[in-house]
């Protein structure tokens, strides 16, 4: 799309992350026209709330916008985003792109076919020491990436036990496809997304199926342990073709304290990063004039990361442009990671994810 008005975009599922897409559309040189869901409460409240049409069938919104943001339970991830790839909407999906590797893949096909762009909800990859890390990278400042630590660590903080997020059918997993994904897709950004060779992890159900969960909140109402069938940890190690390795540590619910540190090593400076105070250092040593350790504390202005986010994907709706990051193949890649490590968990082994080289056809 390249016109002189505002793009006119939709949203699709309008629950409490819809009405927090919704309220950031106004920062952008975008028009929020109208959203869809099935819930008839839901789609009166959204239009109550932001004056535009809602509608329950999905073919009415499409023909009205150029793009939508979709933000459903996984599940309807594919269902969403592939009708509107072919009706030529350009999508914002959020994370996870899907609730199965299988789903996941059939948007990408589906972007790969499509005029418009798929682009994934990472929107952790837009908070200033990110972009300051990734600044000095290219650079070279860090030399050579060897390791990254990466966690999401909550001491309490499952999302509401008996809701959509603790049901395997709808979400596809917990804590490791929930927040674990903004996890593995920091790492792999940070290391330029390089080929996974390997990976071995465990996850774990400790503590949401307790009829007792001790807890101080909860993102919403706790029905209780029935029906919660996923994960609540997750750990992992990720090899790399290159030999680089990623360290992955994620909870819902754990008994240690929370942890949003990402730790970066390279040859010639390392750096911490913290994901929840946007704390950031770098550390170097040197032997000029004697031999000493610095540690500098990068100072950056506070993101809304979300807002831009949906700046970045209207500025490309609005030029017609594939994006160049968050795109729809870096979404497939973390969702092949998340994949392996439940395969792993399940066979309780390392999972092999090196493509294997056709044997060559013997010349006659």
């Known amino acids: 799309m390249t016109t002189d008005t505002n793009p006119q975009i939709g949203i699709i599922g309008l629950g409490g992350i819809g009405h927090h897409h919704a309220e950031r559309l106004d920062d952008t040189q975008a028009d929020l026209a109208g959203g869809l869901d099935i819930s008839g409460p839901a789609r009166e409240a959204f239009g109550e709330a932001f004056g535009v049409p809602t509608y ?62 798929c682009m994934v909800g990472f929107n952790n990859r837009f908070a200033a020491p990110i972009e300051v890390i990734k600044e000095y990278q290219t650079k070279g400042r860090f030399g050579d990436l060897s390791h990254i630590e990466a966690n999401y660590v909550r001491r309490r903080g499952i999302p509401g036990r008996g809701s959509w997020f603790t049901s395997k059918e709808v979400a596809g997993g917990g804590a490791l496809i929930d927040i674990g994904v ?9 290391l330029d997304f390089p080929e996974i060779t390997e990976v071995s992890g465990a996850t774990r159900s400790e ?10 909140e909860m993102w919403g109402d706790d029905i209780g342990p029935e029906g919660f069938d996923v994960d609540d940890s997750a750990h992992a190690l990720l090899r790399t073709e ?7 540590d994620v909870a819902w619910a754990i008994n240690r304290p ?6 970066i090593q390279g040859s010639d400076a390392g750096a911490r990063f913290d994901r929840g105070s946007h704390d950031l250092t770098i550390y170097e040593a040197s032997g000029s ?23 970045y994907f209207v500025e ?16 497939l890649a973390v969702q092949r ?13 390392a999972v092999s994810l090196k493509t294997k080289t056709p044997k060559p056809i013997p010349s006659e």
């Open 56 to 117: 329950e069938e999905s073919e009415n919104l499409l023909s009205a916008v150029d793009a939508v943001l979709i933000t459903t339970p996984n599940r309807f991830h594919e269902q969403y985003a592939v009708e509107a790839l072919d009706a030529g909407c350009d999508v914002l999906l959020e994370k996870p792109l899907a609730h199965t590797l299988e789903s996941a893949t059939r948007i990408a096909e589906a972007a790969h076919e499509a005029e418009g762009f």
């Open 242 to 248: 290159s030999g680089q390795t990623v360290s992955l």
């Open 182 to 190: 903004h996890a593995i897709d920091l790492a792999l950004h940070l």
């Open 316 to 331: 490309h709706v609005a030029a017609g442009e594939q994006p160049d990051q968050n795109t729809v193949e870096e979404g």
């Open 207 to 216: 503590f949401g199926t307790r009829e007792e969960y001790a807890y101080i």
């Open 258 to 263: 929370p942890n949003n540190e990402f730790v």
């Open 337 to 349: 990671v998340i994949d392996a490590i439940y395969r792993s968990s399940e066979q309780g082994e």
């Open 289 to 311: 004039g004697t031999d000493h350790l610095t540690d500098t504390d990068i100072q950056t202005q506070a993101v809304d990361t979300h807002k831009a986010e949906l700046r």
